[in-house]
T-cell receptor, first 117, second 112 residues
Framework: EAQVTQNPRYLITVTGKKLTVTCSQN?????MSWYRQDPGLGLRQIYY???????DKGDVPEGYKVSRKEKRNFPLILESPSPNQTSLYFC????????????????FGAGTRLSVL | AQSVTQLGSHVSVSEGALVLLRCNYS??????LFWYVQYPNQGLQLLLK??????LVKGINGFEAEFKKSETSFHLTKPSAHMSDAAEYFC??????????FGTGTRLQVFP
């Protein structure tokens, strides 16, 4: 079954304690992306990756890191979490468009709800 | 700047009534447009998309949307709401490479 798997689904942590949210896809997609979802703000892109070892900042990258060492995995790292990073996080993947605009469907994980105390 | 505006953060309808969720976009180039749905405690999944061709697009679960270039709109409709349609709906636009720009979402409530 084609899927994007995120772990953990729920996480409560304290300020400053490093954490990693894992994301894995089994569709051989080149493009992967992390979003955060906040009430009234919709989904905002944190980081994205066009392929292995190729990552770039999205719209709200401050306080986050990512890596793409393998095609299937795209972990999100919070080196020193702060309360303003309390949010619902989604990983997504798609085929790469190869040009301007994409008509490709993005496939989303089930989400990770993070609370930073 | 490119953007997506969803009018109405909450929409309530009775079961069997028409569903209309509004989406307007701003783009300097012809956009590709998407509607995604998020059911409780789940990730987003594609309802439908418009790229080129026929401006009336049919999606899953009886939803459809019409691309109107003159109005820069891509409103989502369903003739008869069902209780299972209760969810949050996101309009999104693709203008530049693989990036999607999402609207702020509309939560649909369906009353019996």
């Amino acid at each position: 079954e084609a899927q994007v798997t995120q772990n953990p689904r729920y996480l409560i942590t304290v300020t400053g304690k490093k954490l990693t949210v894992t994301c894995s896809q089994n569709m051989n997609h080149e493009y992967m992306s992390w979003y955060r979802q906040d009430p009234g703000l919709g989904l905002r892109q944190i980081y994205y990756s066009m392929n292995v070892e190729v990552t770039d900042k999205g719209d709200v990258p401050e306080g986050y890191k990512v890596s793409r060492k393998e095609k299937r995995n795209f972990p999100l790292i919070l080196e020193s979490p702060s309360p303003n990073q309390t949010s619902l996080y989604f990983c997504a993947s798609s085929l790469k468009s190869g040009g301007l605009r994409t008509k490709n469907i993005q496939y989303f994980g089930a989400g990770t709800r993070l609370s930073v105390l | 700047a490119q953007s997506v505006t969803q009018l109405g953060s909450h929409v309530s309808v009775s079961e069997g009534a028409l569903v209309l969720l509004r989406c307007n976009y701003s783009s300097s180039v012809p956009p590709y447009l998407f509607w995604y749905v998020q059911y409780p405690n789940q990730g987003l999944q594609l309802l439908l998309k418009y790229t080129t061709g026929a401006t009336l697009v049919k999606g899953i679960n009886g939803f459809e949307a019409e691309f109107k270039k003159s109005e820069t709109s891509f409103h989502l409709t369903k003739p008869s709401a069902h209780m299972s349609d209760a969810a949050e709906y996101f309009c999104a636009v693709s203008i530049d490479t693989d990036k999607l720009i999402f609207g702020t979402g509309t939560r649909l409530q369906v009353f019996p």
